[in-house]
């Protein structure tokens, strides 16, 4: 009989569904970070760049013992600034699994990071949040519940609006994200909205823009599915130079990612 470490038995509790592993990440959270990418999303956002990860079947099982175990090989390059960020899909719909993984990250001394939409906030998350979190990253969607509708799938904005006042609360950090689209969430109105919601935020560290792009239309073709956007444009220079105006108003930070 094989005498396995209990850390690297496999059961429900330990085992993350994960879609991709990025080494040397610099675009998702503080310093050089490695991002595991969850598999399954409830939502089917028109722009999504990994269309193939909102299945919530599929993707690869790890044990989190196994990526822990790569995080301490990465750990030397993290710095004081760097660690571990989970994306997705949306990594919250495993956040059960995720608690072991984050207790773990801690107790190595690794920074942890969340990148969600918002709309999961039951036991695991609230444990995963308030205990082993360091920083959340919130996409904001829409700040319309059409527009929020349009652009995702499914109703209810709300969900990310009350995500953030928990995360607030808690007092612990948060940065905000923002997709840029022409015509579409690049209006005055909406940024002046956005800010005007969070401007009292005491938690928001800043709000990074997302420049619209295409890279992940041919994903969508592989699957068959018509991407809706085609006909959307990058962002001009002086777009994003004009959000940046507006979001200044009312965040500490403002970039463009």
Known sequence: ML??????????????????IESFGTHDGPGIRMIVFLQGCK???????????????????????????????MKPYFGKRGGVTVSGGEP?????A???FFKRLKEEGIHTNIDTNGRILNHFSKELLDDYTDLVM?????????GY??????????????????REASGKKMWLRYVLIPEITNKPELLHAMGEYFKDFE????????????????KWEALGWDYELKDARENTEEELQ???SILKNYFKEVRVN
């Open 92 to 96: 919250l719909l495993q956040s059960k």
């Open 3 to 20: 005498n396995l470490k209990p850390s690297l038995i496999k059961t429900k509790e330990n085992i993350l569904q994960v879609h991709s």
């Open 203 to 218: 938690t928001i560290e800043k709000i990074e823009i997302q420049p619209y792009h295409k890279l992940g239309i041919h």
């Open 242 to 244: 004009a959000a940046v």
């Open 138 to 146: 919130l996409d904001i969607k829409h700040m319309t519940e059409d």
């Open 149 to 166: 509708e349009a652009l995702t799938g499914k109703r209810n904005k709300d969900t990310a609006l009350n995500f953030a006042k928990y």
């Open 98 to 100: 995720l608690v072991p």
């Open 43 to 73: 939502l089917k956002c028109l722009y999504c760049h990994n269309p193939d990860s909102i299945a919530t079947s599929g993707g690869k099982e790890y044990d989190v013992e196994e990526l822990v175990q790569m995080a301490l090989k």
